[in-house]
């Protein structure tokens, strides 16, 4: 990366008779200049993240009763252990990463390495119709699935009473309602990924496909051995990021079931706004919130060490 | 050989327009539904073609929820939250890529952290805040704390690094201030990125839910999203008010993305793909 003011070398306007006098005066005028340029983005910085992150750290040390803050140590922590309600947030989002981001990923790589077929037709038209979930308002496509998905007279239990099944309880159903939500999600962020791994596979030149295909690969090959381990960095990103949407998934499931039926749908954060803004329990939700933090943290940290060793060789 | 070519491009294509469809029909059923009575909606069989009931619907939404005025705050609260964001972005992204400054290596850190520490561990103090200087149920307490876009001041300063010095060293000659260059020679060059930029905050402002959800108490200042969810938590819902409702909040997005392809892929990837 180039910095204006280190540049002394020869050629540039700093050469002068008096080496070391001449090079000081504008590097400390670049000093303040610099600030006229991160002033405005340091101060909502300081205002809006750095204080109300340290003020987030104490409250979760806190409890308050009848309008009165205590020091709890480390109780609201360890309240979380015996909450139900958490546990089970916990285990809701467990499934989702052990079940819907694998499943959203892999279906993501087929739809980008077909999108990526130099043969295929019409490939921006092809692209532009998989992408369109992913520019639907959040809000908006949960609205649509709770339409959609509507036990009696929904679109889905139509289609499958054609077939003979149901009519399926979509939203109601603990169970039902844990694979609308995973639908749902998928059916939003697939082509989303797609996106992302498309540009990831045509950062792959022609020539290494043809190598491959000079030293006797098929297709399978060429993709198991030449395009997936260079694709590497990029699906590590769709996985981490993934990930992390998953553990702070909000939008989707608190519109479509608000967390329920009995807490199957529930996620840490749409706990964390129940406990906070509708029982004001501002401490307890303060201590989940960075529960959830130190999750995501472990979680990608975990991720990076197991599938991104590649890349520092 | 040949044969197994022709059959796997077929498959190919079979799993291409299987996943267009799936794609599609959500999209193609809200516009459809958004012209029909909610009884109609739930008859068997669904309805495949565009009813009469849009203008229905409309003043229907417009009645219980305000809808225009409703669609006005969002935009409003899109556009301004876009423009500040975008310059506040631009500017620090030039100014942690371009100069070195005492607190550079703080800010940076900050820049960095903030993409990490998910914002919802900020909820609770910071509705506190508002509460307390009594900023709740307004809009700029819906805007400012999330003008500082950690994604949008790497993706310009990641942009902004490869810009070459002498550019700017030479405007400097000419006399020009530092601001009037950044302005005038540096920002016309990164435009692609800078409509990237420009897109991925509009998305986001337009679609932030839980903040507004939190902030705004009186209907008549509701966002699109807050609007359309007090709808879904009615003991009877309108379904086709809601599908029009959010037929509505999409459009803009999609015109978005159809005519600015290039800039939402860019957005998407954000630098972060480069490695």
């Given at each position: 990366?180039?910095?204006?003011?280190?540049?002394?070398?020869?050629?540039?306007?700093?050469?002068?008779?008096?080496?070391?006098?001449?090079?000081?005066?504008?590097?400390?005028?670049?000093?303040?200049?610099?600030?006229?340029?991160?002033?405005?983005?340091?101060?909502?910085?300081?205002?809006?993240?750095?204080?109300?992150?340290?003020?987030?750290?104490?409250?979760?040390?806190?409890?308050?009763?009848?309008?009165?803050?205590?020091?709890?140590?480390?109780?609201?922590?360890?309240?979380?252990?015996?909450?139900?309600?958490?546990?089970?947030?916990?285990?809701?989002?467990?499934?989702?990463?052990?079940?819907?981001?694998?499943?959203?990923?892999?279906?993501?790589?087929?739809?980008?390495?077909?999108?990526?077929?130099?043969?295929?037709?019409?490939?921006?038209?092809?692209?532009?119709?998989?992408?369109?979930?992913?520019?639907?308002?959040?809000?908006?496509?949960?609205?649509v699935f709770q339409v959609l998905l509507k036990t009696d007279g929904g679109l889905v239990n139509q289609i499958v009473g054609v077939f003979?099944i149901g009519p399926v309880d979509w939203l109601n159903d603990?169970?039902w309602a844990?694979i609308s939500l995973i639908l749902t999600?998928?059916w939003?962020?697939?082509?989303?990924?797609?996106?992302?791994?498309?540009?990831?596979?045509?950062?792959?030149?022609?020539?290494?496909?043809?190598?491959?295909?000079?030293?006797?690969?098929?297709?399978?090959?060429?993709?198991?051995?030449?395009?997936?381990?260079?694709?590497?960095?990029?699906?590590?990103?769709?996985?981490?990021?993934?990930?992390?949407?998953?553990?702070?998934?909000?939008?989707?499931?608190?519109?479509l079931?608000?967390?329920?039926?009995?807490?199957?749908?529930?996620?840490?954060?749409?706990?964390?706004?129940?406990?906070?803004?509708?029982?004001?329990?501002?401490?307890?939700?303060?201590?989940?919130?960075?529960?959830?933090?130190?999750?995501?943290?472990?979680?990608?940290?975990?991720?990076?060490?197991?599938?991104?060793?590649?890349?520092?060789? | 050989?040949?044969?197994?070519?022709?059959?796997?491009?077929?498959?190919?294509?079979?799993?291409?327009?299987?996943?267009?469809i799936v794609?599609?029909v959500p999209?193609?059923w809200m516009?459809?539904a958004?012209?029909?009575?909610?009884?109609?909606l739930f008859?068997s069989p669904p309805?495949?073609?565009?009813?009469?009931?849009?203008?229905?619907?409309?003043?229907?939404?417009?009645?219980?929820?305000?809808?225009?005025?409703?669609?006005?705050?969002?935009?409003?609260?899109?556009?301004?939250?876009?423009?500040?964001?975008?310059?506040?972005?631009?500017?620090?992204?030039?100014?942690?890529?371009?100069?070195?400054?005492?607190?550079?290596?703080?800010?940076?850190?900050?820049?960095?952290?903030?993409?990490?520490?998910?914002?919802?561990?900020?909820?609770?103090?910071?509705?506190?805040?508002?509460?307390?200087?009594?900023?709740?149920?307004?809009?700029?307490?819906?805007?400012?704390?999330?003008?500082?876009?950690?994604?949008?001041?790497?993706?310009?300063?990641?942009?902004?690094?490869?810009?070459?010095?002498?550019?700017?060293?030479?405007?400097?000659?000419?006399?020009?201030?530092?601001?009037?260059?950044?302005?005038?020679?540096?920002?016309?060059?990164?435009?692609?990125?800078?409509?990237?930029?420009?897109?991925?905050?509009?998305?986001?402002?337009?679609?932030?839910?839980?903040?507004?959800?939190?902030?705004?108490?009186?209907?008549?200042?509701?966002?699109?999203?807050?609007?359309?969810?007090?709808?879904?938590?009615?003991?009877?819902?309108?379904y086709?008010?809601?599908?029009?409702?959010?037929?509505?909040?999409?459009?803009?997005?999609?015109?978005?993305?159809?005519?600015?392809?290039?800039?939402?892929?860019?957005?998407?990837?954000?630098?972060?793909?480069?490695?």
């Amino acid at each position: 990366m180039a910095v204006l003011d280190t540049r002394t070398g020869p050629g540039t306007t700093s050469a002068r008779p008096v080496p070391g006098r001449r090079p000081r005066r504008p590097r400390r005028r670049l000093r303040r200049t610099g600030w006229i340029f991160a002033a405005p983005a340091a101060a909502l910085f300081a205002l809006f993240f750095a204080y109300p992150l340290g003020a987030s750290v104490l409250q979760s040390f806190t409890s308050e009763d009848a309008g009165a803050v205590h020091w709890v140590g480390l109780d609201q922590y360890r309240r979380m252990f015996h909450d139900t309600a958490f546990l089970k947030s916990l285990a809701n989002t467990g499934l989702i990463l052990v079940v819907q981001v694998p499943v959203m990923i892999g279906l993501a790589l087929v739809l980008a390495v077909l999108l990526n077929q130099s043969w295929l037709r019409f490939r921006g038209t092809w692209r532009a119709l998989h992408f369109l979930p992913a520019v639907t308002t959040l809000v908006a496509y949960a609205v649509v699935f709770q339409v959609l998905l509507k036990t009696d007279g929904g679109l889905v239990n139509q289609i499958v009473g054609v077939f003979g099944i149901g009519p399926v309880d979509w939203l109601n159903d603990p169970t039902w309602a844990r694979i609308s939500l995973i639908l749902t999600l998928t059916w939003r962020w697939t082509g989303y990924n797609a996106v992302i791994l498309l540009a990831g596979l045509q950062a792959i030149g022609k020539d290494q496909y043809e190598a491959a295909a000079i030293d006797g690969a098929g297709t399978f090959t060429t993709y198991t051995r030449v395009v997936l381990p260079q694709l590497r960095p990029v699906l590590l990103f769709c996985v981490v990021t993934s990930t992390i949407g998953t553990l702070q998934l909000f939008d989707e499931n608190y519109v479509l079931t608000r967390g329920g039926p009995d807490d199957a749908t529930l996620t840490p954060v749409v706990y964390l706004y129940k406990v906070g803004f509708q029982q004001f329990d501002f401490g307890y939700a303060a201590a989940i919130a960075w529960v959830v933090v130190a999750l995501i943290a472990a979680i990608s940290a975990l991720q990076y060490l197991l599938f991104g060793r590649e890349r520092r060789r | 050989m040949k044969g197994a070519r022709l059959g796997l491009r077929l498959l190919a294509r079979a799993v291409l327009v299987a996943g267009g469809i799936v794609s599609l029909v959500p999209f193609l059923w809200m516009a459809i539904a958004a012209t029909h009575s909610t009884s109609e909606l739930f008859h068997s069989p669904p309805p495949f073609l565009p009813g009469g009931r849009l203008l229905d619907n409309l003043s229907r939404l417009q009645e219980t929820i305000g809808f225009g005025r409703v669609m006005l705050n969002s935009l409003g609260i899109a556009l301004v939250h876009t423009v500040l964001s975008s310059v506040v972005s631009a500017m620090c992204g030039y100014g942690l890529a371009k100069y070195r400054f005492r607190g550079r290596g703080l800010l940076l850190g900050a820049v960095l952290a903030t993409m990490m520490i998910p914002f919802q561990v900020l909820l609770v103090p910071l509705f506190q805040m508002m509460a307390s200087i009594g900023w709740i149920d307004t809009y700029q307490a819906v805007v400012l704390p999330f003008l500082a876009n950690s994604f949008g001041i790497l993706l310009m300063r990641q942009s902004f690094v490869d810009f070459p010095d002498e550019l700017i060293e030479s405007a400097r000659i000419d006399g020009s201030g530092e601001l009037r260059t950044f302005y005038r020679v540096v920002l016309p060059c990164v435009r692609p990125q800078l409509g990237a930029l420009v897109i991925f905050t509009f998305m986001a402002g337009w679609n932030s839910f839980i903040w507004p959800l939190l902030m705004l108490n009186s209907e008549d200042r509701y966002t699109v999203p807050v609007a359309l969810n007090t709808l879904t938590g009615l003991s009877h819902v309108d379904y086709s008010g809601l599908m029009l409702g959010s037929l509505l909040a999409t459009l803009p997005l999609m015109a978005l993305f159809l005519l600015f392809q290039r800039q939402f892929v860019a957005g998407l990837l954000g630098g972060a793909v480069k490695g």
